[in-house]
């Protein structure tokens, strides 16, 4: 079975940081996608299942990392220099097969989500 769970949110103020989690009961290519109240789910990053290639939205290119802890069967998604506009439920999504994808209905398990929350 395939379980994905995500931590790490929270309310933070404008400029600060965040780290969310993503805990995998297996080896998969990773995404993470956002929800912001009245708008459509929204790529952010993805990460490769086993050459580490990432990709990111150009929103968020530049202040957020994701990245991958094997050992831990954890991806990671870091997020610097936060904006109001990056509130939303994140989500962290996963795949068969090894390379990200940057659309939601290429991804074949998700989480419930974690809320992020910033203040200006």
């Known amino acids: 079975q395939v379980q994905l769970v995500e931590s790490g949110g929270g309310l933070v103020q404008a400029g600060g940081s965040l780290r969310l989690s993503c805990a995998a009961s297996g080896v998969y290519a990773v995404g993470w996608f956002r929800q912001a109240p009245g708008k459509e789910r929204e790529f952010v990053a993805t990460?490769?299942?086993?050459?580490?290639?990432?990709y990111y939205a150009d929103s968020v290119k530049g202040r957020f990392t994701i990245s991958r802890d094997s050992a831990k069967n954890t991806v990671y998604l870091q997020m610097n220099s936060l904006k109001p506009e990056d509130t939303a439920v994140y989500y962290c999504?996963?795949?068969?097969?090894?390379?990200?994808?940057?659309?939601?209905?290429?991804?074949?398990?998700w989480g419930q989500g974690t809320q992020v929350t910033v203040s200006s």
């Open positions: 990460i490769s299942r086993s050459t580490g290639s990432t």
């Open positions: 999504a996963a795949r068969l097969g090894i390379g990200g994808r940057r659309t939601s209905n290429e991804y074949d398990y």
